[in-house]
Antibody, heavy 120, light 108 residues
Framework: QVQLVESGGGVVQPGRSLKLSCAAS????????MHWVRQASGKGLEWVAV????????YYTDSVKGRFTISRDNSKNTLYLQMNSLRDEDTAVYYC?????????????WGQGTLVTVSS | SYVLTQPPSVSVAPGKTASITCGGN??????VHWYQQKPGQAPVLVIS???DRPSGIPERFSGSNSGNTATLTINRVEAGDEADYYC???????????FGGGTRLTVL
């Protein structure tokens, strides 16, 4: 069965960096696009970034462009999100999600999330 | 970017039918997906491509999409259906993936 396990969350000061990981299993990781989606406490879902199956296409929501970088290592079945210049408003639970397709499609499966708290 | 509009809350008695709407400009021409999120849990896909049910989702869940409104319908609502529901779409075009604001379904 598909499993997505996020890690790397924690408490970080504004302006600092954090790198999230998502370990995938139960499917051919190198064939599917992968997303990061976040959710602030008590708020709705916000799409953050997507990476194509081969890493050659990457898209970001406007609020994180230039600060966050999505990447993947298909040899390790792992997705990453490097977050730099963190702001208070980046505080949220970050979910990784498997796309149904090579890039686009549904958010077919979700991990349980990892909490990022940006606070001084 | 494209905007999806959902009512903040919907209430329904057990055994009745719940309808949750998702409004957007000419949304009927797009593929809409629906997710269920129970408190403290990750979202789960319940309807894909307007009306397809993934494996394991009860037949009580169905979807439709026409004009400017997509609708998630839950028949014979159960207490366990109480959750937040989000509509979403992305066709890989220049617009980014977008979620509706979410609807809290309360079972009375």
């Amino acid at each position: 069965q598909v499993q997505l396990v996020e890690s790397g969350g924690g408490v970080v000061q504004p302006g600092r960096s954090l790198k999230l990981s998502c370990a995938a299993s139960g499917f051919i990781f190198s064939s599917y696009g992968m997303h990061w989606v976040r959710q602030a406490s008590g708020k709705g879902l916000e799409w953050v970034a997507v990476i194509a199956y081969d890493g050659n296409e990457k898209y970001y929501t406007d609020s994180v462009k230039g600060r966050f970088t999505i990447s993947r290592d298909n040899s390790k079945n792992t997705l990453y999100l490097q977050m730099n210049s963190l702001r208070d408003e980046d505080t949220a639970v970050y979910y990784c999600a498997k796309s149904e397709g090579a890039v686009a499609g549904t958010f077919e499966y979700w991990g349980q999330g990892t909490l990022v708290t940006v606070s001084s | 970017s494209y905007v999806l509009t959902q009512p903040p809350s919907v209430s329904v008695a057990p055994g009745k039918t719940a309808s949750i709407t998702c409004g957007g400009n000419n949304i009927g021409s797009k593929n809409v997906h629906w997710y269920q999120q129970k408190p403290g849990q990750a979202p789960v896909l319940v309807i894909s491509y307007n009306g397809d049910r993934p494996s394991g989702i009860p037949e009580r869940f169905s979807g439709s999409n026409s004009g400017n409104t997509a609708t998630l319908t839950i028949n014979r609502v159960e207490a366990g259906d109480e959750a937040d529901y989000y509509c979403q779409l992305w066709d890989g075009s220049s617009d980014p993936p977008v979620f509706g604001g979410g609807t809290r379904l309360t079972v009375l």
